[in-house]
């Protein structure tokens, strides 16, 4: 199509071609004509034919392109260059599409867009995901212009949704150092929405990179249309919601546009894109319910465990993490008999957490030293690793270790050997944070040592189970030696790209080595870093009540299996609260459960009650870690909060009171996702002196009556909480 000086822009939606990616449940249709439209996007349908279409706005008048760019009759879009000539505009043309089958199960369908006047292409991916009803979008950008692209606005996805409502509401996930993943929800009124976060380290403190939308309404946990996204990140992120007209102005027929733009922050983070060169975004992780947020979250976990985490098919191990029960105080005396009370407890695997390494001066007995010095150190553990691998072998236990290696003290050999190798910029002052700096990983030769510091720990120690890898900073005075002046502000992405490099070799070259992400707690909980991990450390917050909240808001997006949630010890070390010892084991039992104290600090009583809280979860985990959950109770709604999980006939019920008062209605549970004329036996497990929290114990009870009338829960005390076992023992 062509234009004349003076004709004005119509838009022609004479589709010649239809692009369809369909899961069991949902569909995208797209409509090919010059440029390419998002038809529809919602539940499952054949064909646009299906479609209805009603009301004032005329059919197909109002369709939102499916990548808009910045250029032609767009004053609002996703995209924004800046070519070699300096010219401004872009209008993505269609030009191919192929749709290749991976498997029995996923699809991905490619659009390639063309620049109209320039050699510049976008290729929009679609990868669908059949049984697990999520689709993954990305884009990737090339040219052949005769110099650099700038890419200023480079989202990994556009989604839109025209005129089919103007009620929306955006459920997000806030927080910050040790209080993360609180929930919101909000209406989305006229204007723009936009969460992000700028750490450069960091992608889930101040927002989680995740959202759910309700979709026409309010939405709840069984009811209403949802869209559901997280982005695979691990950097600084943004996700836009632009609630508008959506279409030039002088024209007034009614009409209303959602338009969602996600992908790498492009805050200060021009790209300067070199001829032939390949530009590929992050992934953007969607799905769509048509019942509520609950099938969306149960979507995204279990496309998680299939797909988006390391060995989601397998059961996570009970384990010890050293950092609460005993800091950088610690000598091999203390850790083996830390091992013993593992042991004792039940558990499965001991992990040394900081303190282990730098010698000297740069000993690693505070935050301020030793970081970037990965040898061990031979005052504490005169015997080395091997020694402690051992003393975990010869127990039964498998061992883990702690590594931050993306980070330097400045006390340290490493700094003195290259202080260039920070994170900074010359002649200013670059401010301490936990007393380190960080390692500029856009630079190869950076990677190679972050890489090789890990590496060769475990080839020296092949018996090494297990690495928590923490990163305690972020960016400040962004700076790379490395980068040329120009290309500043690539850090952001390359070091992103670096450090996942560093990942996948990793991987491949240790494919048996179990890795935890852990960024000052909850910093790097993304699909991007999940992908390259078995688990995540929630929160360096390990109080019970507030895990609650917490791991409630982890849970929309995240699944259990790989939520680490660890037993402390009272007064709480980050809240000064104490709690009863049970409540603190059913908050754990509930995700992936673990330990984060020194057996030795508990008496004979509390040490009974873990072992046979660690048998009882041991019994469960499968059903926590692979089964669907269910969200029965909000904590932010009340005094009492519940879920579940469901797998294979077996449900395990989670139920606790989060206040006290006289008077209180005890909780009626209406189970979820249950089989309805099946028998389960309901039993209670955790159990202190075979108190029960329901009357009506050990019996049968049919899945109807459970869903529908429910299971009556008598918490009685501040704190008191449960856990349920229904096995289903006739369908
Ligand atoms: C922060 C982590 O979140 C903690 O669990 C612990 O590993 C410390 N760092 C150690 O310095």
Not at 9 to 17: G, H, I, L, R, T
Not at 527 to 546: C, I, K, M, V, Y
Not at 556 to 563: D, F, K, L, M
Request: with cysteine; net charge negative.
């Amino acid at each position: 199509m062509t234009f004349g000086a003076g004709d004005i822009y119509k838009v022609e939606y004479e589709f010649s071609d239809e692009v369809a990616v369909h899961t069991r449940n949902t569909s995208i249709i797209l409509g090919v004509s010059d440029q390419v439209y998002e038809i529809y996007r919602g539940g499952r349908v054949a064909h646009s034919d299906e479609l209805v279409t009603s009301g004032s706005v005329e059919a197909g008048e109002e369709l939102p392109l499916a990548y808009s760019a910045f250029g032609g009759h767009m004053h609002h879009a996703a995209l924004r260059v800046t070519y070699h000539d300096h010219s401004l505009s872009t209008e993505l043309v269609y030009e191919s599409h192929r749709v290749e089958r991976i498997d029995s199960n996923r699809e991905q369908t490619s659009i390639t867009l063309k620049e109209r006047l320039k050699p510049f292409w976008v290729t929009l991916h679609y990868l669908a995901y059949e049984q697990e009803d999520v689709i993954e979008q990305w884009v990737e950008i090339r040219h052949e212009e005769e110099g650099e692209v700038t890419l200023h606005e480079y989202p990994s996805a556009e989604v839109s949704f025209a005129n089919i409502t103007d009620d929306y509401y955006l459920t997000s996930f806030y927080g910050l150092w040790e209080r993360e993943s609180s929930v919101q929800e909000e209406r989305l009124a006229m204007g723009k929405k936009v969460i992000e976060t700028r750490y450069g380290t960091w992608s889930s403190f101040d927002y989680n990179p995740s959202f759910i939308l309700g979709i026409g309404g309010p939405v709840n946990e069984d009811h209403g249309e949802v869209l559901a996204g997280a982005l695979a990140w691990s950097g600084a992120w943004r996700m836009s919601f632009d609630h508008g007209f959506g279409k030039l102005s002088h024209d007034v027929r009614e009409r209303r546009q959602l338009s969602i733009t996600a992908g790498v922050n492009p805050f200060a983070a021009e790209y300067h894109l070199k001829p032939e060169e390949n530009f590929e975004t992050p992934r953007m992780i969607l799905t769509y319910s048509l019942e509520g947020k609950g099938v969306a979250s149960r979507n995204l976990h279990r496309w998680a465990r299939r797909y988006g985490l390391r060995d989601g098919e397998k059961v996570r191990p009970v384990l010890l993490n050293s950092w609460e029960g005993a800091y950088f105080d610690f000598d091999e005396a203390k850790l083996v008999s830390m091992m013993d009370g593992v042991v004792e407890m039940g558990g499965e695997m001991f992990v040394l957490d900081d303190g282990w390494f730098g010698n000297g001066e740069h000993a690693r007995n505070a935050a301020n030293a030793g970081l970037g010095d990965w040898q061990v150190n031979r005052d504490k553990l005169p015997r080395g690793l091997d020694y402690l691998v051992d003393a975990a072998q010869d127990r039964g236990l498998k061992f883990g270790l702690w590594v931050e290696p993306e980070m330097v003290n400045r006390q340290s050999d490493l700094f003195v050997q290259h202080p260039e190798w920070v994170i900074q910029q010359p002649d200013r002052y670059n401010m301490l944070y936990r007393n380190q700096l960080t390692l500029d990983l856009s630079n190869p030769e950076v990677c190679e040592f972050v890489y090789e510091s890990v590496a060769s720990i475990l080839r020296e120690h092949p018996r090494i189970a297990y690495v928590k890898w923490d990163c305690n900073r972020s960016f400040t005075n962004i700076g790379s030696s490395y980068l040329t002046a120009e290309n500043q502000t690539h850090l952001w992405k390359d070091y992103v790209e670096g450090l996942y490099g560093v990942y996948r070799r990793l991987e491949k070259n240790f494919p048996e080595v179990m890795l935890q992400v852990c960024a000052s707690g909850g910093g790097r909980i993304d699909f991007g870093a999940l992908r390259h991990h078995h688990e995540f450390w929630a929160s360096d917050n390990t109080d019970a009540l507030q895990r609650i909240f917490i791991q409630w808001g982890i849970g929309h997006i995240y699944p259990a299996q790989a939520c680490a949630a660890h037993v402390s010890m009272c007064p709480n070390h980050q809240t000064g609260r104490t709690l009863p010892l049970k409540f603190r084991f059913d908050v754990a039992m509930s995700a992936r459960m673990g330990l984060e104290l020194n057996p030795v600090d508990m008496d004979a009583d509390e040490l009974g009650f873990v072992t046979s809280a660690v048998a009882d979860y041991k019994r469960i985990r499968t059903v926590v870690q692979h089964g669907d959950l269910y969200r029965l109770l909000s904590p932010y709604d009340g005094d009492f909060t519940a879920i579940m999980y469901q797998l294979d006939g077996v449900a395990v019920v989670f139920v606790y009171k989060i206040a006290h008062h006289l008077g209180q209605l005890m909780p009626t549970l209406q189970l979820k996702g249950l089989d309805e004329g099946g028998r389960y036996q309901l039993s209670e497990l955790n159990q202190i002196d075979k108190q029960s929290h329901c009357s009506d114990i050990d019996r049968l009870y049919t899945g109807g009556v459970l869903m529908h009338k429910g299971l009556r829960v008598q918490l009685v005390s501040e704190f008191d909480s449960a856990v349920f076992l229904l096995e289903c023992v006739a369908s």
